[in-house]
């Protein structure tokens, strides 16, 4: 299953103010670097990797360049405000499975950023032909546990005591996963699929 190619940038209002959403490349090194620093710690928890890290950014870029991890970023007046990736693991035996991740500048929650994202992000799977995507978070972060339920994913399992913060401190993991083929096999009933690829 594909999607036709989606076209960037394009635009979405987003709480009265307009967002553009591009296609993320290694230009945009320095620009996510500082987006990166201005968000909570507790927000990175959930990506496997420390993003405040400068070799984690080398090796998002150099995957960038490659071709692989599709990302997406989110500016508003020239500043990224967030961000999204997709790492789906070739060699595995879930290639057909594409992890999510989405950052949302604190000031930006609430304001309809991180659906909008996502939404973008379902457009891409289409598009990437994956049949699964999963999210994983702490469970603290209730408010965007919520936005991935109310867009159809669905709490798969607990892992407790999973992360570790800078201090030590272990949080409890949650994985929520969307059937990508369900959802667009519902959406081509009903006539919709055409509207994910414009």
Same mark, same amino acid.
């Given at each position: =299953? /594909?999607?036709?190619?989606?076209?960037?940038?394009?635009?979405?209002? @987003? $709480?009265?103010?307009?967002?553009?959403?591009?296609?993320?490349?290694?230009?945009?090194?320095?620009?996510?670097?500082? #987006?990166?620093?201005?968000?909570p710690?507790?927000d990175?928890?959930?990506?496997?990797?420390?993003? /405040?890290?400068?070799?984690?950014?080398?090796?998002? =870029?150099?995957?960038?360049?490659?071709?692989r991890?599709?990302?997406?970023?989110?500016?508003?007046?020239?500043?990224?405000? &967030? @961000?999204?990736?997709?790492? !789906?693991?070739?060699?595995?035996?879930?290639?057909? !499975? %594409?992890?999510?991740?989405?950052?949302?500048?604190?000031?930006?929650? %609430?304001?309809?950023?991180?659906?909008?994202?996502?939404?973008? @992000? #379902?457009?891409?799977?289409?598009?990437?032909?994956?049949?699964?995507?999963?999210?994983?978070?702490?469970?603290?972060?209730?408010?965007a546990?919520?936005?991935?339920?109310?867009? $159809? #994913?669905?709490?798969?399992?607990?892992?407790?005591g999973?992360?570790?913060?800078?201090? &030590?401190?272990?949080?409890?993991?949650?994985?929520?996963?969307?059937?990508?083929?369900?959802?667009?096999?519902?959406?081509?009933? #009903? $006539?919709?699929?055409?509207?994910?690829? /414009?």
């Amino acid at each position: =299953m /594909s999607a036709a190619s989606r076209t960037y940038p394009r635009t979405v209002a @987003c $709480g009265g103010a307009d967002v553009e959403i591009a296609r993320m490349t290694s230009a945009d090194r320095s620009t996510l670097v500082d #987006f990166i620093a201005g968000l909570p710690v507790r927000d990175l928890l959930f990506v496997r990797r420390d993003l /405040s890290h400068p070799k984690v950014v080398d090796a998002w =870029m150099r995957s960038l360049d490659a071709g692989r991890m599709p990302s997406l970023a989110a500016r508003h007046l020239g500043s990224m405000v &967030g @961000c999204t990736a997709i790492v !789906v693991d070739e060699l595995s035996w879930s290639k057909h !499975v %594409g992890e999510l991740r989405v950052l949302v500048a604190p000031e930006w929650r %609430g304001r309809g950023l991180g659906r909008a994202l996502i939404q973008e @992000c #379902f457009a891409q799977a289409l598009e990437l032909g994956l049949g699964k995507l999963i999210a994983q978070m702490i469970v603290e972060q209730r408010g965007a546990i919520a936005v991935f339920e109310e867009l $159809g #994913f669905r709490a798969e399992a607990l892992l407790a005591g999973h992360v570790a913060d800078r201090e &030590g401190r272990l949080h409890d993991l949650v994985l929520l996963s969307h059937d990508v083929d369900a959802v667009h096999g519902r959406m081509q009933a #009903f $006539g919709l699929a055409d509207a994910l690829g /414009s």
